[in-house]
């Protein structure tokens, strides 16, 4: 048998609605917990002030209800009966319709603890309750406080409890009332108890519009949950303080993939990670064109090296040399799933042309590349590439573009020094970023300043091309995107372009827990922080004087043809 689980309404009475703010809104937000009830089978308390006439047996010194005493003395019970027996402003507001569905009880004090209500409780053997109604910081706080000292678990749902005093009311709901319980909003209590859709529709849009209307001057800001940077975006869009976040719901279900979400009502907020819902879509409509490693091709021109692709086991168009031809084996070679960003987990080397096909999965995609045969190395002898960072933004109009490049860029540097005929990954693959600036990474910081200039003209002709070919395309909203190239320079003067990492891995979660962190690590999330934080003041700049420094670098402007604009 489950715990007796009771709901609490503390002093819903007109008597003191009257002072509150915003009381339509607590009087639905406390209806839809009723339904939730009614649908669990709890026991629904009202606790309710009465006080019998002319004030009996309060005296004109206490600190709550003298005043009301010591008024009533010279007026009387005509003009002075707030709380009083026998008058409308005293009874507790109850929705009709639970009668016959619920058990519903009222209780009674005369005083300011509830000791009517904690005998109800311990009688009819309650051990969890859920407190909403008034005032946080006077019945509500009591009653927690003494349903704690009883041994009931409590649960005070915060959209739900009110206070005629703002900041006290933050302060009672943020600082004193965990003391005594658990503080959830409505929308975690939803959740627990079979999400929006399990409610009546008439309900459920009460609570959309409860959501909605809540700091209605505030901009929302909704996580479905979707990969990519939407929930770090979303966390400094909070920091603000202009900003709120808007609640989910299921959207649809993939067999495969699961559950997809998007905001509450299928409302359209001013961020979020579905762009479908989304005032401002941080994807680029057309990014599969720099994600993919084979279409890609088709627009890095000069800057990518000799590129060879595999479709179902058979070569699509050119092949690779044969083992004897000149240069063949001179460089390993490199075999990668086109629709992968999975660094070393997703590339095989092989020494020449000759074994390529013996790597493959005929059912994938792949590209293969000879290795750059010069790199520009560290001084002493390790591989390294550039990781270069990029914002690219779209306006609303669909057809004005905007590049910005960072001078944060960061090396990602081999374990080990270089040698074409050594084909371990520490010794050919650069995953993981350097903890050092570039222009400060010793051994390398010579080179800095003349390799960022070439990326960036190399980053502004690519992206350039990809526009102009119509690959990327505008929306009816602004768009814009953070993602990295994948840049190496060679002891020639040259720049190669390997791919794009239209999601790469900034800001990572998983190194939010302590135990994760290290040096590198710390300085990895603050460069990254402090990148988005960035990029974000850029697309959705702050309020005006507020200016946040920036190491993006205008890179270029540009103009697509209006006819590939598409309204999405």
Wanted: with cysteine.
């Amino acid at each position: 048998m489950g715990k007796r689980t009771a709901l609490v309404v503390c002093d819903l009475q007109p008597d003191l609605l009257g002072s509150l703010p915003n009381r339509e809104a607590l009087i639905s937000s406390i209806e839809i917990v009723l339904e939730i009830a009614k649908a669990n089978n709890w026991i629904v308390i009202y606790s309710g002030l009465k006080f019998e006439s002319g004030y009996a047996n309060i005296t004109e010194t206490h600190k709550l209800y003298g005043a009301l005493k010591r008024l009533n003395s010279k007026m009387g019970d005509i003009a002075v009966h707030w709380f009083m027996e026998g008058y409308s402003g005293s009874q507790v507001l109850k929705p009709i319709s639970l009668e016959n569905n619920v058990d519903v009880r009222v209780v009674w004090r005369s005083q300011h603890v509830h000791n009517e209500l904690i005998s109800l409780l311990n009688e009819e053997l309650i051990e969890n309750v859920y407190v909403v109604g008034a005032k946080a910081s006077g019945a509500v706080q009591i009653a927690m406080q003494m349903m704690m000292d009883q041994g009931i678990e409590v649960i005070a749902v915060k959209e739900c409890i009110a206070d005629d005093n703002q900041e006290r009311l933050k302060a009672t709901l943020d600082h004193l009332l965990p003391i005594f319980g658990n503080v959830i909003s409505l929308e975690e209590l939803i959740d627990d108890f079979g999400g929006i859709d399990s409610l009546p529709a008439t309900i459920r849009q009460s609570f959309i519009d409860i959501m909605a209307g809540n700091e209605s001057s505030a901009l929302l800001a909704t996580d479905c949950g979707r990969r990519g940077h939407g929930s770090r975006f979303i966390e400094l869009l909070m920091e603000r303080g202009t900003w709120k976040s808007y609640p989910t719901q299921i959207w649809y279900e993939d067999f495969a993939k699961g559950e997809f979400y998007c905001p509450l009502g299928k409302k359209v907020v001013d961020f979020c990670d579905e762009p479908e819902f989304s005032k401002h879509a941080m994807y680029l409509l057309g990014r599969e064109h720099l994600d993919e490693k084979d279409k890609v091709i088709e627009i890095a021109g000069k800057y990518m090296p000799k590129t060879y692709c595999l479709e179902d086991g058979e070569w699509v168009g050119e092949m690779p040399p044969s083992d004897n031809e000149d240069g063949s084996t001179a460089a390993p070679w490199f075999i990668k799933e086109s629709d992968k960003n999975l660094g070393g987990d997703a590339i095989v080397i092989v020494s020449k042309p000759s074994e390529i096909m013996e790597t493959i999965n005929k059912t994938k995609r792949y590209v293969v590349q000879q290795h750059v045969k010069n790199p520009l190395l560290t001084d002493d002898g390790c591989k390294t590439h550039l990781k270069f960072y990029v914002l690219l933004i779209c306006e609303d109009d669909g057809v004005t573009w905007t590049l910005y490049t960072y001078r944060g860029a960061l090396l990602s540097i081999s374990p080990k020094p270089w040698s074409p005929y050594d084909l371990c990954q520490d010794t050919q693959i650069t995953i993981h970023r350097h903890p050092v600036p570039p222009n400060e990474t010793v051994g390398w910081k010579q080179h800095w300043e003349s390799v960022y200039e070439k990326c960036k003209a190399g980053t502004l002709e690519v992206i350039e091309r990809a526009i102009s070919a119509g690959k990327l395309k505008g929306r009816s909203k602004k768009q814009f995107e953070v993602f990295s190239v994948d840049w190496m320079p060679d002891t020639d003067g040259n720049v190669w372009m390997f791919e794009f990492n239209m999601s790469p891995a900034i800001c990572q979660k998983e190194f939010d827990h302590p135990s994760k962190r290290d040096d590198r690590r710390d300085f990895l999330m603050q460069h990254d922080e402090i990148m988005l934080r960035e990029a974000l003041a850029i697309v959705l700049p702050l309020e005006e004087g507020n200016k946040v420094p920036s190491d993006w670098d205008l890179a270029g402007n540009f103009q697509s043809k209006r006819n590939e604009k598409e309204q999405t």
